[in-house]
């Protein structure tokens, strides 16, 4: 803002922000430890961090109903904690969390070291966790995604630090690659920042990129060394394609992102030759791109947009400390906010006026999935769960990872001969389809599996079925 100190109504917007985050934030924490699905990919990423540990194939080969289309690094991670816990997805849940913590704190330092003064920093930062509480589901879910952004956040704080140094190089360029093998879409910050120093630091700009592409190539021979196939083989996992996918994630990005977009592009056309205002023009123009370019995919989820929500948030702070008279100011913060209150009011529960949803957060569905678990966890033999965090907690060993293997067949890399056998043999002592599920192995398969089991009870968890 153009004064030295925000007026007290942009305090005042600062505050009841840090509020509304900070109620978010403790549900989040108290559900922490809840044995409730938040998430399909909760129980893929346990049964993956658990192979890990154990020793077991975390790549199987191409006749396995287990499908890793993810690097590897998240798994050691998350279950080197889940040992301690005892719990892979509580402990995956833990990391997300603390992620978030990293990638907050991030977007402060960045903002400070780009010049911008602390209410506003603290603003941008309370922008992008309002956002990821009221339009995502992503703030302590058991999923790799926000570990990565910390990662290359850490990178960008290493490398903006003086001096810029080939030892400084050489780290910033590790994080990015270590980033880039816990989740392998975050790559739009190494590529802005890079791009952003071929402007003014070409030569730290050509280091960066020798260094990345160094260790980007050492970790692709170290995979193939440990795991004895290509990384890239498994991230081009097969995937159905669709604009209709491309054209409803970006619909549901656009009211968390347009005032922010809307504000930079302002903040481009008035100071587009500040250094650090390029640097976020070239980091939300990359974030997008890349971003809606993934969208279109099959099980595509928001976290793709990640990169341009932390840019968007960066560009929030040099908005209100470049741009933004102190007189409208309080007037623009509220239009910011606004949308944040808007989506966790159209999102949330219908109980959220009510004590219980605060004080005991899904204790209805944390005694509804305990029965659930227990229904999978009796029934002798291996079971099928499309929330596989139910097989997870049942004790149950991974078989079928549902989505992956319904994008095979769906796009004619797998044939359904096998699963058709098995669901005649009744290898499967109970199968779990989730509520909206229609069919989700195909025709077919879904045939096969109304002839030889009956449907033993439905629930808010789903449908569960045994052997007729």
């Not at 004895?228 to 996992?237: A, E, P, Q, R, T």
Request: hydrophobic fraction near 55%; include cysteine.
């Amino acid at each position: 803002m153009s004064g030295s100190r925000a007026p007290r109504t942009f305090d005042l917007a600062v505050i009841g922000t840090a509020l509304f985050c900070a109620l978010g934030l403790w549900r989040v924490a108290a559900i922490l430890g809840l044995h409730v699905p938040l998430d399909p990919n909760e129980g893929w990423n346990a049964y993956h961090a658990a192979a890990a540990m154990a020793g077991g194939p975390l790549y199987p080969g191409p006749h396995s109903y287990m499908i890793n289309n993810y690097p590897p690094l998240s798994f050691y991670v998350v279950g080197a904690l889940g040992r301690l816990f005892g719990d892979d997805i509580v402990a995956g849940r833990l990391v997300s969390l603390l992620s978030l913590a990293v990638v907050a704190y991030g977007i402060f330092a960045l903002a400070l070291h780009m010049g911008a003064k602390r209410p506003a920093a603290a603003l941008a930062v309370l922008w992008f966790v309002g956002g990821m509480l009221a339009f995502t589901d992503y703030v302590g879910m058991d999923d790799p995604q926000l570990l990565a952004h910390a990662i290359t956040i850490g990178g960008v704080l290493l490398l903006l630090r003086a001096p810029r140094d080939a030892p400084r190089i050489a780290g910033a360029a590790l994080l990015f690659a270590l980033a880039a093998f816990v989740k392998h879409n975050v790559i739009a910050l190494p590529l802005a920042v890079t791009a952003w120093l071929a402007i003014y630091d070409r030569r730290s700009a050509l280091r960066l990129a020798a260094f990345g592409a160094f260790a980007l190539l050492a970790g692709l021979v170290l995979f193939h060394a440990i795991y004895g196939s290509s990384l890239l083989s498994h991230l081009v996992s097969a995937r159905t394609y669709s604009l209709a996918n491309l054209r409803d994630g970006f619909e549901a990005w656009l009211p968390w992102s347009f005032v922010p977009l809307a504000g930079l592009t302002a903040l481009g056309i008035r100071y587009g030759a500040d250094r650090y205002v390029r640097f976020c023009l070239i980091y939300a123009a990359i974030g997008i791109v890349l971003g809606v370019s993934f969208l279109g995919g099959a099980g595509v989820d928001a976290n793709v947009m990640f990169d341009a929500d932390i840019a968007l948030a960066i560009s929030v702070a040099l908005l209100f400390d470049r741009f933004m008279p102190d007189a409208v100011a309080p007037f623009a913060a509220a239009c910011l906010v606004l949308p944040l209150v808007a989506g966790a009011w159209a999102n949330a529960d219908g109980d959220w006026s009510r004590a219980s949803y605060w004080l005991h957060p899904m204790r209805d569905e944390a005694a509804l999935a305990r029965q659930d678990i227990a229904f999978v966890a009796a029934r002798r033999g291996p079971a099928l769960c499309q929330m596989m965090s139910f097989c997870y907690w049942a004790h149950k060993p991974a078989t079928v990872d549902v989505f992956n293997t319904g994008e095979q067949l769906k796009t004619g890399v797998r044939s359904d001969a096998q699963l058709i056998a098995m669901m005649a043999s009744r290898r499967f002592s109970v199968i779990q389809i989730d509520p909206d599920a229609t069919e989700p192995l195909g025709v077919r398969v879904g045939a096969a599996m109304a002839r030889h089991y009956r449907l033993d009870h439905t629930d808010d968890n789903g449908a569960f079925y045994v052997p007729r």
